[in-house]
């Protein structure tokens, strides 16, 4: 039998997706970067996408509605969880009539995936409720074979920003204590800070993704722009545990 290969998968993050064709995040159309960000990433293959939270800028229907339908052009199923901008119950009800699929846990060969929701209503900051917490503790107390990724929205460790370090997960500690008694986890994956990151906490990977909108300015105290482009992570996924990882940039679309 072949070897199948690694798990390949694309993570997109904070698309900021607005209602009106017309509108402009921070002077930038976020569907036409978000369409050039997938345009580029098509040019390699993967086995699923991970696009971790704050698809709209503004969580009204028909920001979803545009979403999905930028969305028809990944060649990957494409998994979602929900960010601080998002409003989960609408997502869902939209969403879910689409090629975009909502599911806490994935199974993929070797890897299981678990998707957390870490928005809390009404704050831009994160937490894991005891709800999320007891289904990530009875996912990997029952997987212990799988290698795992875990997903989320909200950053579990300081980016280094003050101003957005005051909107981390809430509740990193008991998360990260819950992820040290299980060996199996080798990554955690997270957007929010629209900043590529790859740091080490407790033996855990932790890895942020450069949104495929506008990019905040590293080691900021007060909320700044950089002038990074838009972006996506790849990531390979080996049958051993292993995880190979890269950040890649594309040209900026359309600002005017």
Known sequence: MSDPGPLRILHLTDAHILPDAGARFYGIDTAASLRTVIQAANRRRYDLVLFTGDLAQEPVAESYRRLAGICTELQAPCYWLPGNHDDPVLARSILGATPLLHAPVLHSGAWLIACLDSTLPDSAGGSLSARQLELLNRTLNGNPERHTLIALHHHPIACG???????????????????????????VLH?????????????????????????????STAFALDTERPGYRWL?????????????????????
């Open 191 to 219: 957007g929010h800070t629209h900043q590529a990151a790859d740091a080490a906490t407790r033996g855990l990977r932790v890895l942020g993704t450069p949104s495929t909108c506008i990019q905040f300015k590293p080691a």
């Open 236 to 256: 390979d996924l080996g049958r051993d545990g292993s995880v190979e990882t890269g950040i890649c940039r594309v040209a900026a679309s359309d600002s005017t």
């Open 161 to 187: 920003s003050a101003w957005m370090d005051t909107m981390i997960l809430d509740n990193a500690e008991e998360f990260l204590r819950i992820l040290q008694r299980h060996p199996q986890v080798r990554l």
